[in-house]
T-cell receptor, first 112, second 110 residues
């Protein structure tokens, strides 16, 4: 069964460093998303991406965040200068159309 | 914010019993979805109910939606140990963003 894959599964970084989280969405999907979940808290929307551009972003998704679909298969989230409060599980998701989202297993980011 | 809020926060039941959890939200929606998350794992889509639907079934799952009360319920019948997980409702006001609630943690005791 097709699935969304994310790498790395866990990344530890120093505060101020840049981090790139990678996702391979399901191949025929057109909508792509990043969500995050701080330990013990709600799943929070970060950004959605459709037709090679950001379709919506949350207030969390400030200038230190960016997304890119560099080729036909990858979808990346870059955090330019990480902060302690960026420590969270980051989930990539994709969908054929708005509605049911397929989530990856997540990338755990720990900022020290 | 139109985020859904689940109730109860936690639920412990015996295997074979039914589990019911509720979700309330604040603004108009296109649809409401329920997701399951096993500890430390990704979210798995369970069921989507559209704003013009009142009830939907999928296997042992039954979802209701009352748009006049801005609430939904998820019923899991004949629970199994494998149903132990956190369950989240998610609402959307547009095509591009889901808002998740804090979730209900369900523990099914053998």
């Amino acid at each position: 069964e097709p699935e969304v894959t994310q790498t790395p599964s866990h990344q530890v970084t120093q505060m101020g460093q840049e981090v790139i989280l990678r996702c391979v969405p399901i191949s025929n999907h057109l909508y792509f998303y990043w969500y995050r979940q701080i330990l013990g808290q709600k799943v929070e929307f970060l950004v959605s991406f459709y037709n090679n551009e950001i379709s919506e972003k949350s207030e969390i998704f400030d200038d230190q965040f960016s997304v890119e679909r560099p080729d036909g298969s990858n979808f990346t989230l870059k955090i330019r200068s990480t902060k302690l409060e960026d420590s969270a599980m980051y989930f990539c998701a994709s969908s054929v159309e708005p509605g049911e989202l397929f989530f990856g297993e997540g990338s755990r980011l720990t900022v020290l | 914010s139109q985020q859904g809020e689940e109730d109860p926060q936690a639920l412990s039941i015996q295997e074979g019993e039914n589990a019911t959890m509720n979700c309330s939200y604040k603004t108009s929606i296109n649809n409401l979805q329920w997701y399951r998350q096993n500890s430390g794992r990704g979210l798995v889509h369970l069921i989507l109910i559209r704003s013009n639907e009142r009830e939907k079934h999928s296997g042992r799952l039954r979802v209701t939606l009352d748009t006049s009360k801005k609430s939904s319920s998820l019923l899991i019948t004949a629970s199994r140990a494998a149903d132990t997980a956190s369950y989240f409702c998610a609402t959307d006001a547009n095509d591009y963003k889901l808002s998740f609630g804090a979730g209900t943690t369900v523990t099914v005791r053998a």
